[in-house]
RNA sequence: GCUUACGUAGCUCAGUUGGAUAGAGCGUUACCCUCCGAAGGUAAAGGUCAUGAGUUCGACUCUCAUCGUGAGCACCA
C-alpha cells in the first residue's frame, strides 16, 4: 500500500470533478517538516492560480471540499499562501501494518524497473595492484546501487571490467621480473612507471621460493599471466569481504581475441569517421561534442585505451542492455565525452550509458591527510580497512555520503568503537527492537495487526515514516542515489528511539502492548531492509 | 587558461523534480534509568546556506558573474 499515491489519486480525482485542466504527474504530494502542517501537504493550487488565473487559496478550499467526501482523509487545512495541508485517518494509516509484517524481506519492493535490464560497470581496477580506499568507495557505489535498483524491479548484471591486456601489464611483467632479480641477487632495474607496491615483491617472493633460480630467462608473458592471477585472486577476496561480488568479469583479452577490436574499428572506418595523421590513426570524435579528435592507434603501431574500451562497449551494447552504468573515479571525468562520443560514432544512443563519477577520499590519520599514490604502495588499502574498522562499518560509512562531494575518511574516528559512528545508532534501534520482541515472546504477548486501542500522533507519525521506504527506493534508483536509504534509515532509527523513550511498548494492557508490538515490527523489517540494500547486516544483539 | 565537481552550525555532513520557522550527529551546557537495552531520550546555545545580481507568488535548490577548494586537461590507463 503506498499512502502517498492515494492520497495523489484522491486529489488528482477532486481536480477533474471540478472540471479543473491539470496533468496527474503536475501534482506533487510532499511530507511537510512540521507535523502541524499535516501527514502530507500538496502545492497543486499554487501552480494552478496562475494558468487559472485565480486566487490560489480559493482554488485550495474547491479542492477540500472535494477531498473532504472521502474516508482517508480526516482533516484538510489551506494554510498560508494556499498549500492543502491533508492529516489522515488514523485507522486508514494503521491499516497498512499487516501488510508490511507479510510482505517481510520485500517490504519496500517497487516496480519502477519494470524488468529493464541494466549493466552496471564498476570497480573495474586493473590487476597490477591491490584495492585501495578510492576503489572501495565506487565498489561500495556500484554494488548498492546495484542491490536498489534490483529492488526497485531492474534486471541487474553487476559487470568487472579486467584490463588484462596492454602497456600496463607489460609493465606488470617488466615490475614482477625485476624484483625477482633482484631476490636472485642479480641487479634491479625497475621500470621508471613500474609498480612499486609491496605486493609486486611478494608475487616475486613467490617465484623465487617455487622456481629458484630457473625462471630468470623466462619469457615475459610468464611473469604477466602470473601476476594477473595472482593480484586478481586478491582482488576478488578482498571485494568479497567487502560483501561485493559480480555476475559477469569480462577481459579485455577475451574482447580482443573476440575480434571485437577489428569489428568496431570497421565500423568506424565505413563512416569515414578515422583519418590518419602524422603516421598515427584518430577517430573524428569532434563530430560528436568532444573538444579534439582522439589517437586510436599511435605511431608505434600500438592501440590506445580508447581502442578496446569502444570495443568493450560495443560488446556491453550487442548483449542487449537498455541501460548501461559505468562507475568512473572523477579523474576520469575528461575521458567521459570521448567515450560517449565514440559511442555515437559506433551508431548507439550515447544516453543509454550513463556515467557516474565519484569524487576522490582523501584519508585522513592523525588529523593529517594521507597522500594516496597506487604507485608508491603506501596508501590504506581496502584489506587494511575491512580489519581495522569492519565491513559493515566501513559499507556504512560510504553509504552515508553522495557520491557529488569529496570524502574525508578519517580513520581514526571511524575506529572509534563509539556513538560518534552513526552505524550504532541504526543498528542499536534494530537490536532494541529485537529485544522487545524477544522478551514479548517470553511474556506470551504475540502481534496484533488490527489497531483499535493506539491512537496517538507519534504511532501514526512512525508508521508513515515506514510507508515511506517504497518512496525512497524509488527515488534512490531513479537518481542512482544510495545514500537517500542511508539518511532515511538514519531518520528512522531516530524516530524510533524518540517512540521509544516516550511508549511503553509492553505494559500490562494486553491489547495495547500487542498493538504496539506490531507497530515497532515493521519498523524492525523497515530497518532490516534498509540495510540489506546497503551492505550491512542488521544485528539482533549489540 | 579550459573542463568538471564542491562551498550549509566550531567539526563531519543531510536537505525529498523550487515550498511554510534550513536539519542531524559529534563537541559545549542543563536535565531523564524502582520499569521493554542510557550504545538511548528531553531541552538550550550555535546560521548573512561563500559573495553579488537575475528568474517568480516563493530560491539552500534554477541561471549568470565573482571568490575559494579539489580533480582533470597525453600517441598513460
Redesign the pocket.
Known sequence: MNIKINVKEIIYEAIKNLNIDCDY????I?????R???DF???IA??L??TLKQN?RQIAEEIKRKILNYNEIEKV?I???????IFLNNKYVFSGISKVIEEKDNYGKVNLGNGKKVNVEFVSA?P?GILHLGTARGAAYGMNLSNILSFAGFNVTKEYYI?DA????N?LGMSIKERYKGLCGLEENMPE?GYYGTEIVEIAKGIKEKYEHSKLNADLSFFKELGVDFLLGVIKKDLSDFGVTFDVWTS?KSIRTKGRIEESLEILNDKGLVYK????TFLRTTVYGD??D??L????G?????V?DIAYHLDKFDRGFDELVDVF??????????LKASIEALGYDKNKLEVK?L??V?LLRGGNVVKMSKRTGGNITIRELIDEIGKDAARYFFA???????????ID?ALK??????L??V???H??I???L???KQRNISFDNEINVVNDEDSKALILKVY?FS??VS?AALKK?P??IT?YV??L??MF???????????DDVCE?QE?LSIIKTVQITIKNALRLIGVKA????
Open positions: 504527474n503536475d501534482i506533487v510532499e511530507v511537510p517538516k512540521l502541524q502542517n499535516g501537504s500538496c502545492v499554487m501552480k492560480a496562475k490560489p487545512e494554510a498560508g499562501p494556499g498549500f492543502i495541508n586493473n597490477t584490463n596492454g602497456n600496463q601489464i609493465n612507471d579485455e595523421k602524422d603516421d598515427a573538444d579534439k582522439r589517437v592507434i599511435k605511431t608505434d600500438s592501440y590506445t585505451y580508447l578496446p573515479g572523477a579523474d576520469h571525468h575528461s575521458y567521459v565525452s570521448r563519477l569524487q576522490m582523501k552515508m555520503r553522495s557520491l557529488d562531494g569529496q570524502m574525508d575518511f578519517d574516528l568503537k563509539t556513538n560518534e559512528n552513526p550504532y545508532y543498528e542499536y534501534a537490536a532494541r529485537c529485544s522487545i524477544k522478551d514479548a515511506e518512496d525512497v527515488s542515489e545514500h537517500l539518511n538514519y531518520e532509527a531516530g528511539h524518540n517512540y521509544y523513550g516516550k511508549h511503553r511498548i509492553l505494559t502492548s504496539r544485528i539482533d544483539k549489540m
